[in-house]
């Protein structure tokens, strides 16, 4: 697979893989070894780049990408996340990235990875109860120290990006992006272009329903999350489904899905942008990494931007929604 620059010289694959869902978030976990076998399978055609977090499980799922990836750990990319209060703080925001936090969590997020160091190092949510300068400052000891190599941030607006970036330089900030969600284009694409930090998309196919499987008489787990998101309700997505006819139709004239047309338009945008598409079935990893070889053409691009269609329903419940920072 080709490969891709984030910032600070940070080489990926162009599509990484996120690992979340096989422990977390969609239901009930998937079988141990059978995402074993699958991340394993992402490193075979090409994959370099995994995430993971903290508070996936919490804890299982970085426990299950050290164990997946501990034999050919020389040869990928790992980032994880820190920020969630996971060890009952009792913080009212839900939020710790107070630097002593910080530097724990990682020294045990290096056991559970089963290595000595963190390549890509994210802080999960800005925590408005810790200024930006600490937390950078923390993250900046730990690289000093060899244990984290690249300092990330999360779902931060520009200011706080710009704020951390002058204690230590940022690498990449990873937030939602996908065909039904472009903010990031306005709201933090000119900053991470002046100041040369790489973008990770995360839910690149919209949380699963740009891949077309998903319509308004889908019915998810109990523990699915996508449940309480708005952009799910059933009326929601049935004038959602737009965006799926959109994709169908260029992705019949490309001989592709709509999954790898929704991914290709993603990788058409920025060369410094390196989006990590999950899954738990290793025929819909082949299928997403295909995608890094598909050119659409200039038609295609030019009908998906004039196309214009916004997205019924928030992104996140209301919750959540008090995390992103603007």
């Known amino acids: 697979m080709n490969k891709r620059t984030l910032g600070q010289g940070l080489e990926v694959s162009a599509l990484g893989l996120g690992c979340m869902g096989m422990s977390f978030g969609l239901g009930a976990p998937a079988d141990k070894n059978e995402s074993i076998k699958l991340i394993r399978r992402a490193v075979e055609i090409g994959v370099t780049f995994f995430d993971t977090a903290q508070v996936y499980g919490p ?5 299950l990408v050290g164990e997946a990836l501990e034999p050919v750990r020389d040869q990928v990319v790992i980032a994880t996340k820190f920020g969630f209060d996971t060890e009952g703080a009792g913080r009212d925001s839900g939020l710790d990235s107070r630097p ?7 020294d045990r997020s290096l056991r559970r990875l089963r290595t000595d160091h963190i390549d890509l190092l994210y802080q999960h949510r800005v925590d408005p ?10 993250v900046k000891e730990l690289i000093d120290q060899g244990k984290v190599g690249h300092f990330g941030l ?22 939602e992006y996908s065909l039904w969600w472009r903010e990031p284009e306005q709201k933090t694409f000119p900053t991470l272009e002046k100041l040369g930090i790489g973008f ?26 996508r449940n309480t998101v708005p952009r799910f309700d059933p009326e929601a997505r049935k004038r959602n489904r737009a965006f799926v ?14 999954a790898q047309v929704a991914l ?7 060369a410094w942008l390196a989006p990590i598409p999950g899954t738990t079935k290793v025929h819909r990893l082949e299928e997403n990494t295909a995608a890094a070889d598909l050119e ?10 004039q196309a214009q269609i916004e997205a019924q329903g928030h992104r996140y419940g209301e919750a959540n929604e008090r995390m992103v920072d603007r």
């Not at 006819?245 to 709509?258: G, K």
């Open 154 to 175: 999360s779902e931060a607006g520009a200011e706080n990006i710009r704020r951390a970036h002058a204690v230590q330089p940022v690498t990449a900030l990873q937030s």
């Open 264 to 270: 290709a338009w993603l990788l058409a945008q920025k």
């Open 129 to 138: 109860d810790v200024p930006i300068e600490e937390v950078a400052g923390a």
């Open 59 to 63: 804890y299982v799922n970085e426990e």
């Open 200 to 225: 990770v998309p995360f839910s690149p196919l919209g949380k699963g329903f740009l891949t077309g499987a998903i319509d308004e008489n889908t019915e998810f787990d109990d523990n699915d999350f």
């Open 296 to 305: 659409l053409s200039d038609d295609a691009l030019r009908e998906i931007e």
């Open 100 to 106: 002593e936090t910080i530097k724990s969590g990682v």
């Open 245 to 258: 006819q959109l994709l169908e139709r260029i992705a019949e004239r490309h001989t592709a899905t709509p």
